[in-house]
């Protein structure tokens, strides 16, 4: 269905596109990017393996269950909530906290982050499992 | 007291049923150490906030009677957990069963230490969830699944009416915590008296009715007994069902002493107790009989919460929550045993067994003991608080005097007739007389000592606290009493009383009870007959009519609702939109059209508009479905282009990104369905779309048209505050994000959920969809 160069230039930029959506995921609090946009992007990411190799293609390099990616997420967006609650803050108070990490410099740490990862998490897995459903028995 | 919670629920994914034993035990620990000092009189408090804005917190309050609660569900936990070790098949879903216990533990803890009633809900609510899944725990059994359904839709929608109690509690006080209420009497006077009163009250009562499956709503606990035995031991016996009372309890010193509590709360216990003794009686599964005996059980305490007058305001106090105690240890108990003899003889059929007695001795005593402790023989612990409860009756009527005086001391009477009558019957039944069947097993013997020693465990309890009751008394009663009557509560109880009128009336109980007995096989015979001449009369035929009939109405209005095609959805949503968004626009509008209109396009936004026209009416026009696609994408890539154009590359990010994803699940979708399109069009079909269309568009127009100019915002923009706090508030200068996950953190938890429902939701009718093909 698709051409060589196609396959072989996706199989190049999937772990670019990757990559990137994870910086976007962490990025999103002060530049361009976030949970949601991140997610959409991995999610483009697999959709370009499926375009270029087919189903089956990804599931022998993954045997995803991308359920399990939307439950994760879940449970980490809900319990980032209640996260704060044990320090006695109210529900999904937000910490923050500025780290001095040896490559990266000075790092913002976020409990939203956390957060943002959940919805992240979330949107991969229900995107992805939707498309699974929408893709299979081809 | 918030560390019991935690405690136990880190611990949910481990496996083994000894782990889940340590984790009760711990929290019996936890408990018993709170102990002293409520003995003391004083009371543990503590709370996190949790939606302040709400004056909702996560507060705990350990008075006497969360303590006693608190002990009989991790004590029966312990016991009950140990015993499943043995009684759970190893190939079983461990696992799970094990999980659920836990969670249901962890709920009941958290219920009966909640402070603050929007939290008491949660759990509550929490409670009848994992008693769901418990009731299912097998879930291919057609006859678990109906027995969970209907005790979740009873006690759960019984829960619903208690918030609404609850938040009329709330109008009347002003405060969600119980504790602050409970220590300030003008607070509890003000409730007393005002004209929501009776309002609360009952819809609270109605809440704890059905958790406690009293009254009309008794007949989720039969159902229930399709759970495994030992949750039944624990659920609907020991603890769950003593939720609602506990909430009477509780909400005891709030409206007690007034006419309605007693009419209300001992009316629906007398009557449940006669009723379900009654029914009892004439069971002939082990674990109805038991069923049976635990709703006229639970209704003893409610009368006897109920029994209050203006001067008296505690008269049964005491003697409820003793019963309250015993009545855990003898239940969970007896649902041991008949465990025991159930797993043994492979039925639960009484009229099967008889005669075991011979094969398991130790089973024997031990159930005999439970059994009598119930029938209220002395000197088990039954009879203690059952002389108590014969007591109370006789004072409150006669308090009350005239015709009650008597006639609520025989209805005590007649109760207690019932249950020693069933009582007599589960031990003869299954232990004494001969083998009634040839269907049971030859070789039957003792269970393990796994199994053995939790039940026995219990009936040494029952011994105990029958012969020395003062420690149970001083340690448990006395301090649970006090948190119910808001003073301190000293008892008197021991055994022998001297001849008193109660001492008489459990002798008459005993004869009548006896009497009753030998009747057994008339009654039954007139009980059957009734069943089979007048089945309507009974609340489960009501019950799976209502629910029967939900189904099809559901069906009917669903049909009418969503008749399944897209467009007429889209025309609802179209005219809603015009309903809700075109008419108040031109109520407050000034003028339609701004006069200072700038028409002056500079060339490449006016490519860029052409482009976007062009292709949505591609979409509109264009006959076949691939076509369309492609022009519904390329709208959407025009418009992120005018994203970028306006500087807004967060959104023009998401909207490209979704259009690719979206262009492709269309693809895909397209392969599966008839690629016939455009069904004909008839003239006045077309005409009224194209008046709703066009309808839409021009109210669109205005609207943005008057975007900046007033009538579209009548009120002031709300973007200057997220503008200027979301780097001072949240330290972020992606403001988009800064309010997503920030500002309305809350809304995108709902909105993630949303996703995750969708996402499971389009699978499943994908996959339900290839699958019936």
Redesign the interface.
Known sequence: MTTLITKTVSKACVPIIILFSVSLLFA??????????GG??F??AI?LL??AFGLKYIDSIYSYQ??KW??T??LL??LT?FGA??F?????R?L?MLVNLPLAGDV?L?S?TL??I??YL??I???L?????????? | MAGILPAAEKVLKKRIGWYAAAIALMSLLLVAQAVPSVVNGENIQGSVPWLPSLGIELSFYGDGLSIMFGLIVSGVGILIMAYSNEYMSKREDLSRYYRQLLMFMGSMLGMVFSSNIIQLFIFWELTSITSFMLIGYWRNRPMSVYGATKSLLITASGGIFMLAGFLVLNIITGTFDIATVLQNESMIETIKGHEFFLFALVLILIGAAAKSAQGPFYIWLPNAMEAPTPVSAFLHSATMVKAGIYLVARIHPLFSGTDAWFILVSGLGIITMLAAGFLAFRQTDIKGILAYSTISQLAYMMAMYGYTTYQYPGIGVAAATFHLLNHATFKACLFLVAGIVAHETATRDITKMGGLRKDMPVTFIIGSIAALAMAGVPPLNGFLSKEMFYESSLEMGHLLGGPLEYLIPAAAVLGGVFTFAYSIRFIDGIFLGKRRSEHLPKHMHEPSLIMLVPPAFLAILVILIGLFPSVAVQYIIEPAASGILLQEVHLHVSLWHGFTAALMMTIITFIAGIALYTKYDAIAAWQDRMNARYPWFSINYAYDRIVNGAQGKSSAFAAVMQPGPVKPYLVALLLLFLVLGAIPAMLVATTLVPADLNFNVPPYEGILLGLIVLAALGTAILRKYLHAILAVSAVGYLISLVFIYLQAPDLAMTQILVETLFTIIFLLVILKIPQTFRENLTRSVLARDLLISSAVGITVLVLLLNATQGIASPFESISYYFIENSVPLARGHNMVNVILVDFRGYDTLGEIVVICLAGLGVYNLIKSRSDSK
């Not at chain 1, 999103?28 to 946009?37: A, C, Q, V, Y």
């Not at chain 1, 006695?88 to 999904?92: A, H």
Request: glycine fraction near 22%; aromatic fraction near 18%; avoid cysteine.
């Open positions: 999103g609090h002060d530049l361009p990017g976030g949970g949601f946009i959409v992007m999610a483009s959709s499926y375009v991308w359920d939307f439950g997420g879940l967006a809900s909530g609650m044990l006695g803050y109210n529900f999904l937000s923050y913002k976020l939203t957060f943002d959940g919805v979330v949107v897995g229900s995107l499992y939707v498309f699974k459903g929408t893709g299979e028995d081809e």
